[in-house]
T-cell receptor, first 115, second 114 residues
Framework: GAGVSQSPSNKVTEKGKDVELRCDPI?????LYWYRQSLGQGLEFLIY????????KSGLPSDRFSAERTGGSVSTLTIQRTQQEDSAVYLC?????????????FGQGTRLTVV | AQTVTQSQPEMSVQEAETVTLSCTYDTSENNYYLFWYKQPPSRQMILVIRQEAYKQQNATENRFSVNFQKAAKSFSLKISDSQLGDTAMYFCAFMKPLNEKLTFGTGTRLTIIP
């Protein structure tokens, strides 16, 4: 596909269950970001992957959150033992990061609802 | 740490009028990038315009232009001849090279009134 693809679009889960959110970046993009957007709020940085470098995990809110990026492409954000405050839209973005080409392209997000 | 402030939670304007959205930021860096993103109800974040701090000339993209005041750390977005399709949340964002993490403001909800 031409853009960043995220799945599922919507996810409803019970409190205490684990969830996995998937992001397929644009082919060839070396940088991948995860952000969280709570209702009516701005975007909160979660984690950043760049090539083979160690990821920047400084935004992960707790050890229940983890993410991996396999083969420098697809990324999965995992939330363990979900809590109601985890309810939000989770946005993924990728960027080519070539020289001054700094534009980040976003997916449409996964709306997570914890009940 | 960088911070980005958008002081206008909501704005509305008549179709075809001009509107300016405000953004200020705080950083000790000299070189960085600034962005305006648009988020319509579809949730898709779309880049509207980008400014490199070392460039003195204000960026323009068709009906969208910025007023970049580096000394004042201000980066406002002007939308001319506003259209109904401009209705969306608008986010100002900051990024410094080599850090590469976008820091966003809290957004301005813009409504264009027919």
């Amino acid at each position: 596909g031409a853009g960043v693809s995220q799945s599922p679009s919507n996810k409803v889960t019970e409190k205490g269950k684990d969830v996995e959110l998937r992001c397929d970046p644009i082919s060839g993009h070396t940088a991948l970001y995860w952000y969280r957007q709570s209702l009516g709020q701005g975007l909160e940085f979660l984690i950043y992957f760049q090539g083979n470098s160690a990821p920047d995990k400084s935004g992960l809110p707790s050890d229940r959150f983890s993410a991996e990026r396999t083969g420098g492409s697809v990324s999965t954000l995992t939330i363990q033992r979900t809590q109601q405050e985890d309810s939000a839209v989770y946005l993924c973005a990728s960027s080519p990061r070539q020289g001054r080409d700094t534009e980040a392209f976003f997916g449409q997000g996964t709306r997570l609802t914890v009940v | 740490a960088q911070t980005v402030t958008q002081s206008q939670p909501e704005m509305s304007v008549q179709e075809a009028e001009t509107v300016t959205l405000s953004c200020t930021y705080d950083t000790s860096e000299n070189n960085y990038y600034l962005f305006w993103y648009k988020q319509p109800p579809s949730r898709q974040m779309i880049l509207v315009i980008r400014q490199e701090a070392y460039k003195q000339q204000n960026a323009t993209e068709n009906r969208f232009s910025v007023n970049f005041q580096k000394a004042a750390k201000s980066f406002s977005l002007k939308i001319s001849d506003s259209q109904l399709g401009d209705t969306a949340m608008y986010f100002c964002a900051f990024m410094k090279p080599l850090n590469e993490k976008l820091t966003f403001g809290t957004g301005t909800r813009l409504t264009i009134i027919p």
